[in-house]
């Protein structure tokens, strides 16, 4: 499928995702649990210490999967029987629902 | 001017053309023409001070509880409350005119001072710091915080935790405290110098009745208190009454949950509960006797003190 210039395939592993709004956010950390409020929705939420950092580097540059996994995924050290691949996909899926992060074109597009 | 400077005849004739009743950090205008209603509220509001016209400065909210007229007036007379021609409940039966205007109040307070954080707590105060009970209704929230202000803690509100300032502050609101059904015995025996108001049977609560706030936590009214204690309270028979810390993280989350206006308040509210946790000990009570919990909470005061002063 084409998409149209200026649309976004979110599940195309090559698209980058970031946190534009990162600065916004109001955060708070206690005993590796982070509290984050995102203004634009008003809603309140508790992140792990991991998918804190995770959100902490998109805010720096937008990041693809493939390099969430390289990055990431051995911090995840085998903790379930899903693929590091899998379980970021998915995270990155829930942040995005959150309106947490947003998906940015990517380089070649 | 104090409630209980007036005589009942005069408090009866002021309560119907209305007075501004000043709470704390609240202004609330006040009529009244329910038969019965004046001599409890001159007793238990006694050592408030109110201005005899409500129409001068500012009110927070008016409270209006107006004897219903028809038929029904001769059985079964009832009382209906308004506020700013708002009718936000079925009338009440006359009799329960105190304990209807009470519960006014809290609705009031609770959907309309967004100038607060409104937490749905106990506070009271103790070496200049705020002890902030928040819990949800059969904690025993309500006999502890009125057990406690006669063991010297001065009563900043029963029901309301108003925190000012993004969280620096928690303002007073000293008004009777509702007890209900068996924890009124268990109050008159554990202080009996209480100032316990009439018992109201069969009210969609059980019995409720009202204890007066002594007189030193409403003269010192205007006196906040920063945030030094968040301990959530729960009452259960027969077990060992224990005090234990409890994670500030969890702490956040059930101080936030039991806003009444957390996500309204959006970024201040976040910011105020987050500066609550900051300064506060967080605890978890569980006890079965009010006795013990009153000695475990002031053992609580002096070994944080000490710590803080380290």
């Known amino acids: 499928m084409t998409l149209p210039v200026g649309t976004l395939d979110q599940r195309d592993p090559l698209t980058r995702w970031s946190c534009p709004f990162y600065d916004t956010l109001l955060q708070e950390t206690w005993e590796d649990e982070h509290f984050v409020l995102n203004p634009r929705s008003g809603e309140t939420h508790v992140l792990n210490g991991l998918t804190a950092a995770i959100l902490s580097a998109l805010a720096e540059a937008p990041i693809s999967l493939d390099e969430l996994v390289e990055r990431f995924g051995p911090a995840l050290g085998g903790a379930t029987d899903e693929a590091p691949e899998q379980i970021l996909d998915t995270l990155l899926s829930q942040l995005d629902q959150l309106g947490l992060i947003d998906p940015a074109l990517h380089e070649d597009r | ?310």
């Open chain 2, 1 to 310: 001017m104090k409630i209980g400077d007036l005589s009942l005849s005069r408090i009866n004739r002021r309560l119907r053309t209305g007075i501004a009743l000043e709470i704390g950090s609240l202004r609330v205008a006040v009529s009244c023409n329910a038969r019965g209603f004046a001599p409890t509220f001159q007793r238990l509001y006694a050592h408030t001070p109110f201005h005899p016209d409500p129409n001068q400065g500012l009110i927070d909210f008016p409270v209006a509880l107006r004897r219903q007229g028809g038929l029904r007036r001769l059985v079964a007379p009832q009382v209906a409350l308004y506020s700013d021609q708002q009718h936000p409940f079925h009338p009440f039966p006359e009799d329960h005119a105190f304990p209807f205007f009470e519960w006014g109040i809290n609705w009031y307070v609770a959907t309309q001072a967004h100038q607060y954080l409104l937490l749905h707590a106990a506070v009271v105060e103790k070496a200049g710091k705020a002890l902030i009970m928040p819990a949800r209704p059969g904690s025993g929230k309500s006999t502890l915080c009125a057990a406690l202000i006669h063991r010297g803690w001065r009563l900043l509100s029963d029901e309301f935790g108003l925190v000012a300032d993004e969280g620096r502050s928690v303002l007073a609101l000293p008004r009777p405290a509702a007890l209900k059904n068996e924890s009124i015995e268990i109050l008159s025996r554990f202080a009996p110098e209480a100032v316990i108001g009439p018992v109201f049977p069969r009210t969609r609560k059980g019995a409720v009745a009202h204890v007066m706030p002594p007189r030193e936590s409403t003269e010192q009214a205007g006196q906040a208190a920063a945030p030094g204690w968040v301990v959530f309270p729960q009452y259960k028979a027969g077990v060992t009454t224990r005090l234990h810390p409890f994670p500030k993280g969890r702490a956040f989350l059930k101080l936030s949950g039991n806003s009444f206006n957390y996500k309204l308040k959006g970024p201040s509210g976040f910011r105020a509960v987050a500066r609550i946790v900051h300064a506060s000990h967080t605890y978890f009570l569980e006890f079965d006797s009010l006795e013990h919990a009153a000695e475990m909470l002031d053992r609580m005061v002096e070994v944080t003190t000490a710590t803080r002063e380290e």
